[in-house]
C-alpha cells in the first residue's frame, strides 16, 4: 500500500469509528426514550436494561455500519477535495480511479468486519435481546397471527406452521418432520389444523407419510381424523427467539430452508429473505 493509501484510510476509519458510535448512541438512546414508560411501570432493574443495551448493540453496528461508512467516505472525499489533496493526486498522474482504491479496501474490511459480527456474535445476542424485549417490556402480543413459524424438540423433530394464532392456541397448515439419529427422514406428519391442549397437541383432518432415508414416500399416506399426540413443544416454543430468522446463524438457516423446501414446504420467503440479507447487508 503506498503512502497516499495508507494516508487516505487513516483519515477514513477514525471518521467511520465516530459514526458508528454516533449511530448506536442516538439508536439507543431513542430506543430508551421509546420504552421509559414500561421501565418506569414495572420498575426494570439498571442491571437488565444495560444487558438489554449491551445486546442491542451488535445489531445496531451492523445494521448502521453501511451508512456510516458512506457518510465519513462523503466527508473524506469533500476535505480532499477542499483543500485540493485531490487534485494534487491527479496532477501527479494518479487517476481517479486510482485515487478511490483506499476508500474501497477499507469498504471491502468493513464487509468483512459486519459479516463476521452478523454470522458470530449477533445471533446469540439478538436471542438474549429477543426475549429480554418479550419478557422484560412486556412486548408479547397475543392477539397477533405469525406466520411461517417454526420450532425443533430434542428428538430431532422439525416443525414448521404456516400460521400460529396464539390467542386461539392453534396452529394451521402444521408439518411435523422426524429425523433419525443420523438426520435422515423417517416420517412426515401434516394436519391442516392443530390445538394445544392441557393434554397435549390435539391434530385434525391430517395424514401420516413414512419417507425413507432419501426423503421420498414409502407406500401411501396414513389419514387421521383426529389425533392427541403429547409432543414436547408448545405455543410459546415457536414464539422463542431461538428460531427467529435473524438469530440463526448463515448456514444454520440455509440448512433450515433446505429441510423444509426439500419435504415440500414451499412457503419460505421469510427465511429466504433473511439469508440474502447476511449476505447483501455486508456487500
Known amino acids: ?23 448506536v448512541f442516538v439508536t439507543v438512546l431513542i430506543d430508551l426514550f421509546g420504552h421509559l414508560e414500561e421501565i418506569l ?9 444495560w444487558h438489554y443495551y449491551l445486546n442491542f448493540t451488535p445489531l445496531v453496528f451492523v445494521q448502521a455500519s453501511p451508512l456510516a461508512l458512506l457518510l465519513s467516505t462523503a466527508f473524506i472525499t469533500t476535505r480532499l477535495v477542499r483543500y485540493q489533496e485531490l487534485l494534487a493526486m491527479h496532477v501527479g498522474g494518479m487517476s481517479l480511479l486510482r485515487a ?43 392477539d397477533r397471527v405469525f406466520e411461517n413459524v417454526a420450532t425443533l424438540d430434542r428428538a430431532n423433530r422439525l416443525y414448521h406452521a404456516r400460521l400460529l394464532n396464539p390467542a386461539h392456541r392453534e396452529l394451521e397448515d402444521l408439518t411435523i418432520l422426524e429425523h433419525d439419529a443420523r438426520n435422515r427422514p423417517t416420517q412426515s406428519l401434516y394436519a391442516p389444523r392443530a390445538i ?4 397435549g397437541w390435539l391434530l385434525l ?23 392427541l399426540i ?37 412457503n419460505v420467503r421469510r427465511y429466504a429473505v433473511e439469508l440474502a440479507a447476511k449476505v447483501t447487508l455486508p456487500l
Open 100 to 142: 478511490g482504491m483506499p476508500f474501497l479496501f477499507v469498504g471491502w474490511l468493513v464487509s468483512v468486519l459486519i459479516f463476521a459480527v452478523n454470522e458470530r456474535l449477533v445471533p446469540q445476542t439478538s436471542a438474549v435481546y429477543e426475549r429480554l424485549r418479550y419478557e422484560t417490556f412486556r412486548e408479547t402480543q397475543p
Open 205 to 227: 383432518n391430517g395424514r401420516i407419510s413414512h419417507l425413507s432415508p432419501r426423503g421420498t414416500l414409502v407406500g401411501n399416506p396414513i389419514p387421521f381424523v383426529e389425533r
Open 41 to 49: 411501570r414495572y420498575h426494570i432493574p439498571p442491571q437488565i436494561i
Open 196 to 199: 394445544f391442549t392441557q393434554h
Open 1 to 23: 500500500m503506498r503512502i497516499l493509501d495508507r494516508y487516505v484510510a487513516k483519515q477514513l476509519l477514525p471518521v467511520w469509528i465516530w459514526c458508528i458510535i454516533i449511530f
Open 230 to 266: 403429547p409432543y414436547p413443544v408448545t405455543i410459546e416454543s415457536f414464539r422463542q427467539p431461538i428460531m427467529e430468522p435473524e438469530t440463526l446463524r448463515f448456514r444454520e438457516l440455509r440448512e433450515l430452508i433446505r429441510r423444509l423446501r426439500k419435504h415440500g414446504i414451499k
